[in-house]
């Protein structure tokens, strides 16, 4: 077998890949089939999406450059080479999402009389409503700092909005600073609705920074102001636990929530009206460079007006209305147990709804028979009815188990929140093994049933989370197959308890058996094709990046097997090269939904093996987790997987990206009279009522 050999040009950096799919996401907002406030949201996911790359992967990078890391990727650049083309593509892409909200998005939301009323353009009326504001609600808990050597620079909270007040005179004290610092309250709203007869409009809208800026010489009585600038800083976020020296992983995380914060500074944003000495202040007192500096052409903290949409009462500027259906078996039959008895039953999120999830918790926390429940969890909503469930369990007698992995990135003060609600019910709450999160999905119920206990299971790619089940694509498998159950049962011993990892019969499991795996299942394929057979792969998934995977999957395109990757994020691998991946396509889908599931498809000479995981292609996946990936066994189940999570895809030619050998990516044009979103196809299929438009 002849291995390919993999020169850095072969790979696409994890960074720059990341920011590429951001671009993806930012060219949702110029779709003009997309409804216009839903364009707003998606410059507001952008801005969401561009805080946590700052906060965690741009944060990195500055901390190896620190450290004079002169290490390099698998794509050869060192963290100082990575940083400088970031910094220049992450400054190209802000400036465009500034020019599409104020030339294309605003504009076409105040000709709908949805209006951001601009302070040089208040009216007598208006501007008197505004006053009123500011004394009623706003100046009343406003604490103006003014810098002198007994008031410091203060600081700053992550992502906090601030005003840096430029000032002249002297106050009261004698005292005569030029420069104070003003913190807009976290809890107030960012923008606020003015009524319609005195906006003159059915929504008009006033930004809280343009209320600050018209009245912020009230906070400093008898001085001149003579400029206030917005800023906020972005900080690195990352929390960091020793590994070896924890004793209490709960504890120590709960130490570290408080100074994330307050973590180093990784960017700057200011008002385009900032002079450059202010901003030179305010980058020192940070310490950043002049590269860390985004000047914005409006709000410097453009995530808040994702509330906006949910404010506006206009159907016809949202995606339409869609109803998930539940599976007709479930329908039939109340009695989940009895209905997974009959047969596996698939659930295909956010098309199918996350009810049966739910209910299967639900009736085994009420049902006298249920003996034990166990399950794990990633992320939850606060309000999650499955962790009420849960406790319902424990104070019935049950014996419950939850696995709360405390280490989820930005979740982690709510998974100390539920896993002490948990404990105080009486459950047996473990936060799985020190230096591997558990990522895996899995819910396990022990039901007593004519002198026997049976197992019940669902296995899933998607979080235990009902408010993203409804906008991310996941799939779920119910099953009571005893197999299948058994090894769900291991790794639940595994994460509980001290002992060897056993052999499993159908489960391929991370940290363990994954990796080795799945690269056996792409040499098969390989080995295939040059016996002349037909080889096929087809994998769907979050981003792929691992190293030993790509050279896998580039020795199987040159043995002449077809490999389509559908990678919603960053894909380090380079399709379409002659010699190395010819045989490889690569593709995007980015629509209403965010695409979440990871199904992978081996040919296998017929056979058509298909698999469901938690685990996307990642390094950390595969050896730095606790996951699984399960086969599906029911010929039915691994056909509808097939139809409806990889044949769509394929066929999508309206929000699909095609990755080009040079790792850009180009969006699929439809072709004349036929035009398929995927996303749309299933809602069609699968929805109980489908009104969307795509």
């Given at each position: 077998?002849?291995s390919?050999?993999?020169?850095?040009?072969?790979?696409v950096?994890?960074?720059?890949g990341?920011?590429?799919?951001?671009r993806?996401?930012l060219?949702?907002?110029?779709?003009?089939?997309?409804?216009?406030?839903?364009?707003l949201?998606?410059?507001?996911?952008?801005s969401?999406?561009?805080d946590e790359?700052f906060?965690?992967?741009?944060a990195?990078?500055?901390?190896?450059?620190?450290?004079k890391d002169?290490?390099?990727g698998?794509?050869?650049?060192l963290?100082?080479?990575?940083?400088?083309?970031?910094?220049?593509e992450?400054h190209?892409?802000?400036?465009?999402q500034?020019?599409i909200?104020?030339?294309v998005v605003?504009p076409?939301l105040?000709?709908?009389?949805?209006k951001?009323?601009?302070r040089?353009?208040w009216?007598?009326?208006?501007?008197?409503?505004?006053?009123?504001?500011?004394?009623?609600?706003l100046?009343p808990?406003?604490?103006?700092i003014g810098?002198?050597?007994?008031h410091p620079?203060?600081?700053v909270?992550?992502?906090?909005l601030?005003?840096?007040?430029?000032?002249?005179?002297?106050?009261?004290?004698?005292?005569?600073?030029g420069i104070?610092?003003?913190?807009?309250p976290?809890?107030?709203p960012?923008?606020?609705?003015m009524?319609?007869?005195?906006?003159?409009c059915e929504?008009?809208?006033?930004?809280?920074?343009?209320?600050?800026?018209a009245?912020?010489?009230?906070?400093?009585?008898?001085m001149q102001?003579?400029g206030?600038?917005?800023f906020r800083?972005t900080?690195?976020?990352?929390?960091?636990?020793?590994?070896?020296?924890?004793k209490d992983l709960?504890?120590?995380?709960?130490?570290?929530l408080?100074h994330?914060?307050?973590?180093d500074g990784?960017r700057?944003?200011v008002?385009?009206n900032?002079?450059?000495?202010?901003?030179?202040?305010?980058?020192?007192?940070f310490?950043?460079?002049?590269?860390d500096?985004y000047q914005?052409?409006?709000l410097?903290n453009?995530?808040?007006l994702?509330?906006i949409?949910?404010s506006?009462?206009?159907p016809?500027?949202?995606f339409r209305?869609?109803?998930?259906?539940?599976p007709?078996?479930?329908?039939?039959?109340?009695?989940i147990?009895k209905?997974?008895r009959?047969g596996?039953?698939?659930?295909?999120h956010?098309?199918q709804?996350f009810?049966?999830v739910?209910?299967f918790?639900k009736?085994?926390a009420?049902?006298?028979?249920?003996?034990?429940?166990?399950q794990?969890?990633?992320r939850?909503s606060?309000?999650?009815?499955?962790?009420m469930?849960?406790?319902d369990?424990?104070?019935r007698g049950?014996?419950?188990?939850?696995?709360?992995?405390?280490?989820?990135?930005?979740?982690?003060?709510?998974?100390i929140?539920?896993?002490a609600?948990?404990e105080?019910?009486?459950?047996?709450?473990?936060?799985g093994?020190?230096?591997?999160k558990t990522?895996?999905k899995?819910?396990m119920?022990?039901?007593?049933?004519d002198?026997r206990?049976?197992r019940?299971?669902?296995?899933?790619?998607g979080?235990?989370h009902?408010?993203?089940?409804?906008l991310y694509?996941?799939?779920?498998?119910?099953t009571?197959q005893?197999e299948?159950?058994?090894?769900?049962?291991?790794?639940?011993a595994?994460l509980?308890?001290?002992?060897?990892?056993t052999?499993?019969?159908?489960?391929?499991q991370s940290?363990?058996t994954?990796?080795?795996?799945?690269?056996?299942?792409i040499?098969?394929e390989?080995?295939?094709?040059?016996g002349g057979?037909?080889?096929?792969i087809?994998a769907?998934?979050n981003a792929?990046?691992?190293?030993?995977?790509?050279?896998?999957?580039?020795?199987?395109?040159?043995a002449?097997?077809?490999?389509?990757?559908?990678?919603r994020?960053?894909c380090?691998?380079?399709?379409g090269i002659?010699?190395i991946?010819e045989?490889?396509?690569v593709?995007?889908i980015v629509g209403r939904?965010l695409e979440?599931?990871?199904i992978?498809y081996f040919?296998?000479?017929?056979?058509?093996n298909?698999?469901?995981?938690?685990a996307d292609?990642?390094?950390?996946?595969?050896?730095?987790r606790?996951e699984v990936?399960?086969?599906?066994?029911?010929?039915?189940?691994?056909k509808?997987v097939i139809?409806?999570?990889?044949?769509?895809y394929?066929?999508?030619?309206?929000?699909a990206?095609e990755?080009?050998?040079d790792?850009?990516y180009?969006?699929?044009?439809?072709?004349?009279?036929?035009?398929f979103?995927?996303?749309?196809y299933?809602?069609t299929?699968?929805?109980?009522?489908?009104?969307?438009d795509?």
């Amino acid at each position: 077998m002849r291995s390919v050999k993999l020169d850095p040009e072969y790979f696409v950096n994890r960074e720059l890949g990341i920011l590429a799919f951001n671009r993806r996401v930012l060219a949702q907002a110029e779709d003009e089939r997309v409804p216009l406030l839903e364009r707003l949201k998606f410059l507001c996911i952008f801005s969401s999406n561009m805080d946590e790359f700052f906060e965690v992967r741009v944060a990195g990078l500055k901390e190896q450059i620190r450290f004079k890391d002169t290490s390099a990727g698998p794509d050869g650049l060192l963290p100082k080479q990575v940083f400088n083309r970031v910094s220049a593509e992450a400054h190209a892409l802000v400036d465009h999402q500034y020019k599409i909200l104020n030339e294309v998005v605003l504009p076409r939301l105040a000709e709908q009389d949805i209006k951001f009323l601009r302070r040089g353009h208040w009216n007598a009326t208006q501007s008197e409503w505004i006053r009123q504001y500011f004394f009623r609600d706003l100046m009343p808990i406003l604490t103006p700092i003014g810098l002198d050597p007994a008031h410091p620079f203060p600081r700053v909270l992550n992502k906090s909005l601030n005003f840096a007040v430029e000032l002249e005179g002297k106050d009261a004290f004698g005292r005569n600073s030029g420069i104070a610092i003003v913190q807009a309250p976290r809890a107030l709203p960012r923008v606020i609705r003015m009524p319609s007869e005195i906006a003159g409009c059915e929504y008009g809208f006033v930004f809280l920074s343009s209320i600050l800026h018209a009245h912020v010489s009230e906070l400093f009585s008898g001085m001149q102001v003579k400029g206030c600038y917005q800023f906020r800083v972005t900080r690195d976020s990352d929390l960091t636990v020793d590994d070896e020296d924890v004793k209490d992983l709960r504890v120590a995380l709960q130490g570290e929530l408080t100074h994330r914060q307050y973590g180093d500074g990784v960017r700057l944003e200011v008002a385009d009206n900032c002079p450059e000495p202010m901003s030179a202040f305010l980058l020192g007192q940070f310490g950043l460079g002049h590269e860390d500096l985004y000047q914005v052409n409006g709000l410097v903290n453009l995530v808040r007006l994702m509330q906006i949409p949910d404010s506006v009462d206009r159907p016809d500027l949202k995606f339409r209305r869609y109803t998930p259906s539940t599976p007709r078996e479930l329908n039939k039959d109340p009695d989940i147990f009895k209905v997974i008895r009959k047969g596996d039953i698939l659930l295909h999120h956010p098309y199918q709804s996350f009810n049966p999830v739910i209910e299967f918790i639900k009736q085994a926390a009420e049902d006298p028979q249920v003996l034990a429940i166990k399950q794990t969890f990633y992320r939850t909503s606060a309000d999650s009815t499955l962790m009420m469930s849960l406790i319902d369990a424990a104070r019935r007698g049950k014996e419950v188990t939850v696995v709360v992995e405390l280490m989820a990135r930005f979740d982690e003060e709510a998974n100390i929140n539920w896993a002490a609600k948990l404990e105080n019910a009486g459950a047996h709450v473990v936060y799985g093994v020190v230096g591997h999160k558990t990522h895996a999905k899995m819910a396990m119920v022990v039901r007593r049933e004519d002198d026997r206990l049976r197992r019940y299971v669902h296995l899933a790619t998607g979080n235990y989370h009902q408010r993203t089940a409804r906008l991310y694509t996941d799939f779920g498998l119910l099953t009571c197959q005893e197999e299948i159950c058994e090894d769900v049962n291991d790794v639940f011993a595994q994460l509980t308890g001290l002992g060897k990892a056993t052999k499993m019969r159908h489960l391929w499991q991370s940290p363990f058996t994954l990796h080795s795996r799945l690269i056996k299942a792409i040499n098969n394929e390989a080995e295939l094709a040059r016996g002349g057979k037909k080889a096929r792969i087809i994998a769907k998934m979050n981003a792929l990046l691992d190293a030993d995977i790509i050279r896998a999957l580039y020795d199987a395109s040159n043995a002449g097997v077809k490999i389509e990757l559908i990678v919603r994020g960053v894909c380090a691998l380079r399709p379409g090269i002659p010699g190395i991946s010819e045989n490889i396509t690569v593709r995007s889908i980015v629509g209403r939904f965010l695409e979440h599931t990871r199904i992978f498809y081996f040919h296998n000479s017929g056979e058509e093996n298909v698999y469901l995981a938690s685990a996307d292609w990642m390094y950390r996946n595969f050896f730095r987790r606790i996951e699984v990936c399960f086969p599906l066994l029911d010929s039915k189940i691994r056909k509808r997987v097939i139809k409806e999570g990889l044949e769509p895809y394929l066929k999508d030619n309206l929000n699909a990206w095609e990755m080009l050998p040079d790792s850009s990516y180009r969006r699929r044009a439809a072709r004349r009279g036929y035009e398929f979103s995927a996303q749309q196809y299933l809602m069609t299929e699968l929805g109980q009522d489908v009104l969307a438009d795509l």
